[in-house]
């Protein structure tokens, strides 16, 4: 059986009834090509949509009832869109029922429910941003079954929003914008503080962006993630000391650096994650300025030091993340490579030779191996759209 027939046999057995009906978004992972662990310090990140992610179909309720069911968690969640609460059991479902209430809170009329079925291209837990995707693409649906004026960007915010109070991880902006907000071939310079943003072309020419997961499971990156977030608060509290019109690390200037060092220096600790914070932020306009200039090489080298500052001063990446970058730094065809998420594995990024992508994948591949005993995965994706709803013909997955 062709696999799209194959998901359209289980849809129909979760909710039986016409197809005519159904309607199917689609919403995009993301990678984010430098500016990590930025956007909750309000800074600049600069994260591009890709073409995999998370198919939705969606079947219409009156009965004020939400079902939900994905192909890798086949366990069907029931709930009424008047009575959505937390529960650990329900596991991905949080973040779709989360959505749903903060949804129904800005609209001036509840949802009247909806059977949701999830399919992904994307690796879970490979770091980018399946549960976004899940989030986003569930707020667009309600948002267009609703008929309620709400635009891409508040979208966005909702989902964010979601997953802080509902959820309850502490996340910032940056995935739900990138989801939310993606245009193929660009990437998005956005200022996490303002929502102010622009996108950026990315022309590549002769050279690909890889994708390559680590296959390690990123067991330690929700509570790292919370504790790099209240150790970056604590270093600015006591940088508003000595620079008390700061309101975040961002906001250091490189000019400023050097007072702000010799302050920290009893806290060793809290030095190297301001330390990150700043030059991350440098980097990440320098990188928008070479791209503009197509300057690859350039980009390349911002990607490399943006990796060894994560593992040095941040300390998020780990052996396996740091493996995949050495292999890939020493293969003559690739101008740079970084991890790209939270961290503690997840995956990298690298801008590769096109015509040496199967040399490098089998380069890094072995030398990977060689390191940690694991297999990496690989993915060459193109910059895609953010979420949007596609035509009904076909379902395609």
């Not at 991905?92 to 059977?115: L, R």
């Not at 966005?156 to 939310?180: H, K, P, T, W, Y």
């Not at 019109?245 to 030095?271: C, R």
């Not at 070479?290 to 994560?310: E, I, P, Y």
Request: aromatic share 10%; proline share 3%.
């Amino acid at each position: 059986m062709h696999e799209t027939e194959s998901f359209r046999s289980k849809f129909l057995s979760f909710s039986p009834g016409d197809m005519a009906d159904v309607r199917q978004f689609f919403a995009p992972g993301r990678v984010n090509l430098i500016g990590e662990h930025i956007d909750y310090n309000g800074g600049h990140v600069f994260p591009a949509a890709l073409t995999r992610g998370v198919s939705l179909w969606v079947r219409p309720r009156a009965d004020g009832v939400v079902r939900f069911y994905s192909v890798d968690f086949p366990e069907t969640i029931e709930a009424r869109v008047d009575a959505l609460e937390f529960r650990e059991a329900d596991g991905y479902a949080n973040y779709t029922k989360g959505v749903i209430k903060v949804v129904q809170e800005e609209a001036p009329a509840p949802f009247c429910g909806g059977d949701f079925f999830y399919l992904s291209n994307l690796a879970n837990g490979a770091g980018l941003s399946s549960s976004a995707a899940v989030e986003v693409v569930t707020a667009a649906a309600v948002r267009d079954l609703m008929a309620y004026p709400l635009d891409n960007a508040q979208l966005a915010v909702l989902s964010q929003r979601a997953e802080n109070e509902f959820v309850g991880v502490n996340c910032g902006i940056m995935d739900q914008f990138a989801v939310a907000m993606g245009k193929a071939d660009h990437a998005i310079f956005l200022d996490c503080q303002t929502l102010d943003y622009e996108w950026v072309p990315v022309t590549l020419g002769d050279y690909a962006l890889v994708i390559t997961n680590t296959n390690e499971r990123r067991g330690l990156a929700e509570s790292k993630y919370n504790e790099r977030r209240s150790e970056c608060e604590a270093a600015l509290s006591l940088i508003q000391e000595i620079l008390p019109g700061i309101q975040n690390l961002t906001q250091i200037s490189i000019d400023q650096w050097n007072d702000v060092e010799a302050h920290l220096s009893s806290q060793p600790i809290l030095l190297r994650r301001a330390r990150h914070v700043v030059f991350e932020e440098h980097r990440t306009k320098e990188a928008v300025r070479v791209l503009k200039a197509l300057r690859l090489d350039a980009f390349g080298q911002l990607m490399n030091a943006s990796h060894a500052s994560l593992r040095d001063d941040y300390e998020v990446t780990g052996r396996a993340l740091d493996a995949l970058a050495e292999a890939a730094w020493s293969f003559a065809g690739c101008l740079g490579s970084r991890m790209t998420g939270a961290g503690f594995g997840g995956c990298t990024v690298s801008l590769v030779e096109r015509a040496s992508i199967p040399a490098f994948e089998e380069h890094v591949r072995v030398a990977y191996a060689d390191k940690t005993g694991l297999e990496p995965s690989f993915y060459v994706s193109e910059i895609g759209d953010g979420v949007h709803e596609r035509q009904q013909e076909g379902l395609e997955v």
